[in-house]
């Protein structure tokens, strides 16, 4: 097994166990929620235990997603399967949309009909200890997300944040109506709970389509240039026609680079190793990249720059043979 292969087995491993603890926490909260929602019969803490419920739910896909985006690439998926993250980010955005839809519905009811409030001490003292543990949890997924470009990770843990916050607006609402005796507060903050997990859930669903039609990621663009830039050989003269896209902790990268037109088939050769080894430094050692060299041939103007930028790499030339000039039809990212 190759280095890179057994960075990337390392890596999908570390994924699981972080998804699986994800699981396991959630499961354990999702518990102590349902008690606290027994012993006090609060919509507000109604509404926190419904969202972990999803949670739980998303999370058991995410982990089956994990497995899923870990495997090789192969003739059937040549491109492997690590797009079955954004897939991992839309279902689990749409049970929070549903389960917030839901939590709204309860929370007007029990505004209408009234609410009968019972050891809210008790329920507060399990949801603070539920919060503070998601809180905890959804830092460690998500930043550990990042680091190894796993976006099922990072929805996993932007949910469990979400869970969070959710628990802390929770306690402040139901401690108002303890304190106040206002039962209706508690309502109040359960409709103010759904609507801001209603936006959680479009979010991740925004972000899946997103990452789903391939939208070009200035972030990911910009370290491909800065990269190149730095390392960059005197013989490249420009660089243009950039794409890329990223599948999983996969990244796929194609431009055109242009070169002296008397280098030999050796030199460009050497010049697509070295440009192939940076990327996978740069964007991980799944990265796979596809140069297209093309000359620099005598009266062509490529509008060579002393150093390169996001808009100059990904303009399309389009070079007229006949007058010997060039022109660059730009498309920018948005």
């Known amino acids: 097994m190759s280095v890179g292969k057994s960075q ?34 609060s919509h507000a803490i109604l509404s926190d235990a419904m969202e972990s419920v999803v949670h739980v739910a998303a999370t058991a896909f995410a982990l089956v997603s994990i497995n899923l985006a870990a495997r090789p690439p192969d003739p059937k998926f040549p491109y492997g399967y690590g797009k079955v993250s954004y897939f991992s980010a839309g279902f689990e955005g749409g049970l929070i949309a549903l389960a917030a839809l839901a939590i709204l519905y309860e929370s007007i009811q029990g505004l209408i009909l009234g609410e009968k409030l019972a050891s809210l001490d008790v329920g507060l003292i399990l949801i603070s200890v539920a919060g503070g543990v998601n809180l905890l949890l959804g830092v460690y997924l998500i930043r550990f997300g990042r680091a190894t470009n796993s976006l099922i990770l990072v929805a996993d843990g932007q949910h469990v944040m979400a869970d969070a916050y959710t628990s802390i607006g929770v306690i402040v609402g139901v401690s108002l109506a303890w304190v106040t005796g206002k039962t209706w507060l508690d309502g109040l903050t359960a409709i103010a709970v759904g609507c801001s997990i209603l936006w959680t859930g479009w ?63 050796a030199r460009i050769h050497a010049a697509h190793d070295i440009c192939h080894d940076i990327l996978r430094e740069t964007l991980g050692a799944g990265t796979e990249v596809i140069i297209h060299f093309d000359p620099d041939e005598p009266g062509l103007d490529y509008h060579a720059s002393k150093r390169w930028t996001v808009e100059e790499a990904v303009r399309v030339p389009e070079i007229d043979h006949v007058h010997g000039q060039s022109h660059a039809t730009d498309s920018v990212p948005g």
């Not at 994800?22 to 008690?35: D, F, H, N, Q």
């Not at 972000?207 to 050989?233: C, F, K, S, Y």
Request: charge should be negative; avoid cysteine.
């Open 203 to 265: 979010h991740l669903v925004a972000e899946a389509v997103t990452g789903l039609m391939d939208r070009a990621d200035p972030g990911l663009l910009q370290r491909i240039v800065n990269a190149l830039q730095e390392r960059r050989d005197e013989g490249w003269i420009d660089l243009h026609q950039l794409r890329a896209w990223q599948s999983g902790d996969r990244a796929f990268v194609d431009f055109h680079l242009v070169v002296p037109e008397d280098w030999s088939v």
């Open 8 to 41: 990337e087995a390392v890596s999908a491993a570390l994924r699981r166990r972080a998804a699986m603890l994800s699981l396991v926490i959630g499961v354990g909260m999702l518990l102590g929620k349902w008690l606290a929602y027994l012993l006090t019969h």
